[in-house]
């Protein structure tokens, strides 16, 4: 190990994207920020499906066949939501980390954590290896994506914004979004080929771990394009001139702490509606349909391409009508789509193929827009670490117990009661958006 100029320790990684730099000239275009982020948050989100396609269709079988299949989801979804209760505590340990050894090593910390984490649930016995065991080391590992979702945080969403022109502003928000259909797109294709070609024991016994190992190498390469990024001297400059300086979470709870409440709240109706075309859908059809899981992969395959052009297309529409309004009139949508779209997966496969089309669709649009809104509005010596904290909590809230509650609702009560689930994530975004417009008033005075 190293020291930078900065005084920061620096890892080897961090200095092979520094030559990386120097031989195309040290500078990084715009461009290159955006296929940074885009690469981050793609592999990302590929970890996060990976475990939740795999909760549904080999958790409950491999990890708690000693219950009911639904119960043995019940209890995988219970697991998945602990990611999202440590992310906030791994946002304030990377924090500190961030402060003291440099955002580079931050980084490479955080990303080896959340690709050996993920790699290790590629080798987890089963529960007639060890019994119990299983489940809580599969909990363990959970917990280590979670801390490491916490810090992998870079920034660059912040860098990408500050260098969009004032009527671009909704089109580079979008950018960071491309990562969720992205990753959801390459897993559930990888998955629904995998199921195909094997036989249902082999895919038990060996072929769902695939994915897994699948994960830590895009995980390396993530790491590298985004510190790619992080050691730009334009990047620096940025940092040592305090517009994105990790400040200290107690002080930034005190500064705008109101705010990233308000943040956290303001894209539920998105995150309600994530759930509802993706986890969710899937363990429906695998649990109370006749269906085999790959076709099912293959549609949500499909859709997350109209998820890509919707998100795409959020971009222009919030230059031209504002993002507080579009993220208003999408949630007002929702709401209107809570009211009949979950019924549509009990009316057969053509129903589920409109469920999941529309759905992709509206949720691009609303998605796309989901994190701009807000994290905007903070004060720039408070927005490298107010955005942080409020993508953290607002995960947790809005994402983190979704796929639960929504099995519970609808297993119990019927699909209708998970439409009322959309309903009150569609109430929520637009009662924050209104609070947040007074509050972006109160910080700036």
Request: hydrophobic share 50%.
């Amino acid at each position: 190990m190293s020291v930078a100029p900065s005084g920061a320790p620096t890892s080897s990684l961090e200095r092979d994207a520094r030559r990386t730099n120097e031989a195309h000239g040290g500078e990084v275009r715009p461009g290159d920020i955006a296929i940074g982020v885009i690469i981050g948050r793609t592999s990302e989100f590929f970890d996060f499906f990976v475990y939740a396609i795999t909760s549904v269709v080999v958790f409950p079988k491999l990890i708690f066949p000693f219950v009911d299949p639904l119960t043995g989801t019940l209890y995988s979804f219970a697991i998945f939501a602990l990611a999202f209760v440590a992310r906030p505590v791994g946002t304030m340990i990377f924090t500190a980390i961030d402060r003291t050894l440099g955002r580079g090593m931050k980084l490479t910390i955080a990303l080896f954590l959340l690709g050996s984490s993920t790699v290790a649930m590629g080798f987890l016995p089963g529960y007639d290896s060890i019994g119990i065991a299983s489940a809580y080391l599969l909990a363990a590992c959970r917990i280590g994506q979670g801390l490491a979702l916490g810090g992998s945080w870079d920034g660059l969403p912040t860098l990408l914004a500050l260098n969009a022109p004032p009527n671009r502003r909704g089109y580079y928000a979008m950018i960071p979004q491309l990562g969720a259909p992205l990753g959801l797109m390459v897993s559930s294709a990888l998955f629904a080929y995998i199921i195909a070609k094997l036989s249902a024991a082999d895919f038990l016994d060996w072929g769902w771990r695939y994915p897994f190992f699948v994960a830590f190498a895009i995980n390396v390469v993530a790491l590298f394009a985004r510190l790619r990024i992080v050691v730009t001297p334009e990047y620096t400059r940025l940092f040592e001139t305090r517009e994105l300086q990790p400040t200290p979470i107690a002080e930034t709870l005190r500064k705008v702490g109101p705010h990233i409440v308000i943040g956290a709240f303001a894209p539920l109706a998105s995150f309600a509606l994530f759930h509802m075309v993706t986890v969710f859908p899937l363990s429906w059809v695998f649990l109370f349909t006749n269906e085999g899981p790959e076709r099912f992969l293959v549609i949500q395959t499909v859709a997350s391409a109209f998820g890509v052009i919707a998100i795409i297309a959020s971009g222009p529409i919030a230059d031209r009508i504002g993002r507080r309004t579009l993220l208003a009139g999408t949630a007002a949508a929702i709401a209107a789509f809570s009211g009949f779209a979950p019924q549509l997966l009990a009316a057969g496969e053509l129903g589920e193929a409109v469920f999941m089309f529309s759905g992709f669709a509206l949720l691009g649009i609303s998605f796309g827009q989901a994190s701009g809104a807000v994290a905007s509005s903070f004060p720039l010596n408070y927005r490298y670490t107010g955005s942080s904290l409020t993508s953290s909590l607002a995960w947790m809230f809005g994402a983190g117990f979704a796929p639960w509650v929504a099995l519970t609702l609808s297993s119990r009560f019927g699909l209708g009661f998970a439409g009322a689930y959309l309903l009150s994530g569609a109430a929520c975004t637009l009662i924050a958006l209104y609070l947040n417009r007074n509050s972006s008033r109160a910080i700036a005075q």
